[in-house]
């Protein structure tokens, strides 16, 4: 008889002390159905200041199946991704983040296309109940920026909630870079790709931990890890203002050559067009700083992550984490 496939779930979870023993049930009434799979499931508290640790670490009293590891402060979600990674040790990983707004009742969908033959299996979301119109919009013009500046091609509306084959979890933990856009990431070491759409839940207990300019900084973020288009594109403007430039040197310069009628004295247009050239020009530096302090971030070579406790790891695990802190 041969051994039962592993599914990991990784559960990144900030303040979540309403919404895990929701989880804890769902999870454990979903795979009560797909007995032809063991499971684990491997919460990442990215320095919660309520209960949850003591929620999780009941969790993990009362089945081995569930660890936990803390980080010393907030190192940010795509930092949870990515620790959840280095520990899974399944055939295939899914996250599913712990305010269960992404519904496990969807987890067997996933499998099922994994089996077909799927590296990547990402969700695509066609409904968010809990979104107002403006963050939608704003969510919606992050993509279309993201997609338009990208060098990869990312699926609109894709989410974290997703599930990946080992072969695809082994590439990704080779990557070394500390700024970090997962989903960008996950595209970018290629294998056989899907998509799946779900409908997003409200959320039922506590707030939303991303703010409204979270959708543009996110953007900003992808744009500037996976593409130079940015960059090319202030190139071409600048090389289009000087060649515009040195046209109109060489026509004032004939005016006064051959006499021919004075050129306009018009001192605010002058002005506006210094001003617009400033402005854009400020754009261009700016955007450039983000790429540096990108290569600045990656020359410092600090620890991608610092944990402060942990439950239900292994000795390798643990030994797992700290060359994967390094990377």
Partial sequence: MEPKKLITITMPARNEEGNLPRAYEEVTEVFAKLPQYDYEVVVIDNASTDRTPEIVRGFCDKDPRWKYVRF??????????????????????????????????KIPDFLAKWEEGYDVVSGILQDRQDRSKLRGIAARAAYKLIRMSSDIEIPESATDYRLVSRRVVDAFNQLNERQRYVRGLMHWVGFNKCELPYNRRPRQWGESKAPFWWCFQFALNAITSFSTKPLKLFMVFGSAVVTISFALSLWYAATRIFNIDDPPRGIPTIIILLLWNLGIMSLGIGLLGEYLGHIYTESKRRPLFILSDSKNLSADDLARLDSGAQK
């Fill in 72 to 105: 010393s402060r907030n190192f940010g979600g795509e930092t949870s991704l990515t620790v959840g990674l280095r520990l899974a040790k399944g055939d295939a990983v899914i996250n599913l983040f712990s305010d269960l707004q992404d519904p496990p009742e």
